[in-house]
Nanobody, 123 residues
Framework: VQLQASGGGSVQAGGSLRLACAAS????????MGWFRQAPGQEREFVAA????????FYAQSLRGRFTISRDRPKNTIYLQMNALKPEDTAVYYC?????????????????WGEGTQVTVSS
């Protein structure tokens, strides 16, 4: 499976962006699809994930309430709606698919990654 992320950009603090990640190619078993982000000099961190079979959402505790993950099944696409953005949300955002286990927040369990999309939030 291949993942293609889109929707990044530059916004002012308080603004919103919606990221999309389209999955295509040979079907594989997926437990979760998720979003991670990585700021310069920092480790990649979990943002949100959605269970592929049930669409159950999971969030990093610090982002709950501002970010919403969703899925369009016919389009094999997941979305990340980001509201009330803050400068500290600035990072490269990656979508990924976990076909290895039911672990949700560990990036090491995600075996397929899309190219990142830059999100920049200015104050």
């Amino acid at each position: 499976v291949q993942l293609q992320a889109s929707g990044g950009g530059s916004v002012q603090a308080g603004g919103s962006l919606r990221l999309a990640c389209a999955a295509s190619g040979r079907a594989i078993h997926i437990y979760h699809m998720g979003w991670f982000r990585q700021a310069p000099g920092q480790e990649r961190e979990f943002v949100a994930a959605i269970t592929w079979n049930t669409d159950d959402p999971f969030y990093a505790q610090s982002l709950r309430g501002r970010f919403t993950i969703s899925r369009d099944r016919p389009k094999n696409t997941i979305y990340l709606q980001m509201n009330a953005l803050k400068p500290e949300d600035t990072a490269v955002y990656y979508c990924a698919a976990n076909g290895r286990s039911e672990t949700i927040r560990d990036p090491g369990q995600y075996d397929t990654w899309g190219e990142g999309t830059q999100v920049t939030v200015s104050s």
